[in-house]
Every structure is written in C-alpha cells, then in structure tokens.
C-alpha cells in the first residue's frame, strides 16, 4: 500500500536544505563557544584526530554464505555439549517418526478408496514433525536469522513465517491498512498469508525544481509513505516470501480508490495495473518477473487539487487458471474490485457455500457446526400489536 499526492518537490528540497543549514549553524555556534573559553595565557594543546574504528559486520547471505561455529568448544561447558546431545538424539527419534508416517501415507493413497480425512491428518502430523525434528538446532536458527534459509525445507519455511508475523513486519502493514481505511474502503477485511515487499527507484536528488531517480538502484518501500511522481513512473520491482512448497497462481492488482468521480461529485477506483496467473511457491525467484505482460502499468497521477492517494498492491490467490481479458487504457476508472474477486473466484477468505455440509458429512464424519451474530433484542416486542395512543 503506497500514498502519492500532488507536492511540488521544491518543498521537500528547501525543507533539507534549510534543516542542513541549521545543523551547520549549531555546530559552528559550539564551536566558536569552545575557542573563546580558553584563557589567553594558556597553551593551546594540538587536538589528537581520532581514528574511527570499523567494525563491519561480514556479509552473510545466500550469495556470500558463512557456516555456523559453535560459541563454545567441545568440554568448556558440559551442560551445552549435553544440551546438543540431546536435541540430536531427539531429531533422530522424530526422523524415524518421519519415515514411519511417510510409509502409512503412501499405503493410504495405494489403497481404491483412500480415507481423505485420515489423509488430512496425516499430512498435517508429518508436516509438524517435519519442523520438529530441525528446530532446536542452533545452526538451523542461525541460518534463517541471517538470510540463508532454504526454503524448500519445511523448518525454514516455519521459521521465516513466524519471524514475518512477529517481529513486526505483518504488524506494520495491518496498522497502515486500517490507519489509512483501506479496510473497509478497498476490501471489508484483509488477511495477509504471504509477504509481500514493493521496491522503487532511489531518490538521488531532490532539488526546488525537480527531483532525480536511481534508475539502477531501488529501494524497498514501507506500507503508507509517500513518493514522489518521479519514483513511480515505471512499474516496481515486487518480491515475495511465500510459504508453501507447491506451486499456486496468484493475481496482482494496483488501484487507486481516490480516483476523483466528477459526475457523482464522489471517488471511484482506477485499475493501474493488472497480472493473472503469476506462479508462486517458496522457491520462486525474487523479484517476480514478467509481471507487465497483461494489462499494463500506467504510472499514478494524482490529480491537481486532490490530496494523497492510496495507491494498494493486492496480490490474491486464484483457486484455477484465469482467462481475463485485458482492460483499456479507457475503461480502467471505474473498476470495481469486490465485483472483480467474485466474478473471478479470488476470495480473500473462504465462506460457506452449499458444498461444505458434505465435506463434514463425507470427510470429517462429524455434524456441521452453525454459527451467525448474536441475536439483537427486539425493544419494542412488548409493544407490538398493542394498540396506541387510547
């Protein structure tokens, strides 16, 4: 979700400029202070320059790879070599477990009519012990918390996703959302199952005329802050942590929901850009390519006298292969969203239809549950039917 309003870049350049100016002058004022505070009959010592220190961190990363060293050698601390000790003996006990569950599944399927609720629950056991069996290693945690995790491994996978929905990131995002009245202008609810990161041309320069891109270098865009016309003027660069192994389709949406409607002195939403049938999964390369093969990127415009725009980036998960045409430059304002996602299948979430009692009565051989909003009492039920004013 970006925002983009019509601001003279001028603005922002005086505004730094001005704030250089005043740092300067603080600096200068100090030091000027410190020179007239010494007596003149004292010695004027020469001033040591002080020498910086590095202390670059090495690059670690999947393109300059480092290897795990334990912090401490094998006899210095018996509890930490017992420790490790016992979560090797507890992988390979889960392992076995592993391959005993692998063999049962592939009995099941083996079989003419395979239990597909008993499946289910075996997919799922073997998924958590999958995770399991890797997740106590030391190497293993350090490996992900420093950009080299594989993602074709199902502990990798759990890890980066837990550290997504918890150390702040899917936090960011959910609060610019509803902030901004995303929700429940664009969509009624949004429950993000992917990461999902927009990267933009650097701002170089930002003069009182006008300001100067990086067309070489991006950089990665925070939810809900603003750019500058010049950044959006190609499409951006999108990357993306998925976590699951298979292979899915997915569709990418830019709109603008502030597009000014003149007619019904009201706003309306602009279709930017549109890609169906992008194949994701957790090896997918980053950034996705191929994505201005459909309808194409027009660049955003907010108009003259508006105030900030909220352009948002939707990328939505498609249950089959999608055959959409593709929209002119001349129908995209207008566009509506909700009635996009419904005609194509592309629910945020999956809702009851009359196919689910079978699912619990064939599957999960248990009676469907019912649940709806609680009830309103009814005020004036005591005074209906009665007659009034007598």
Known sequence: MLALRHVQPRALGFARRSATKQVALASTAVDTDGSQSQSPGEPVSPQKQSRAIRTRRPRISLQHPREWNRPLAFGVLPAFDEALKVIREDSIALKDEVKALEGAIAREKETPQPDQHALLVLENKLRILEVQSEINFPQVRWKCANGMADMSKAVDR?????????????????????QMKVVPDVLPDIHPSLDLRVNFPKVKSNTRTQATVSKAVYEHVEPGVFLLPEQTVEPPKIYTTVFHPEERLYTLLMIDPDFPDETNQTFQTYLHWLQPNIPLSSVSPSPVPNLNTHTA??????????????????LLPQHSRLSIHMIAKDKRAGFDIRAFMEKYGLDRNRIWSEGVPAVYKDILKIAEPKFGRMPKADRYGDFRGKRRYV
């Not at 980066?160 to 610019?176: F, N, P, T, V, Y």
């Not at 027009?298 to 939707?314: A, D, E, F, V, W």
């Open 297 to 314: 990127y027009i660049p955003p415009h907010p108009q003259r006298g508006t105030t900030y725009h909220r352009y948002t980036i939707l």
């Open 158 to 178: 759990h890890l980066l996703e837990q550290r997504w929905r918890k150390e702040g990131a899917l936090d960011l995002l959910m609060e610019r959302i509803h």
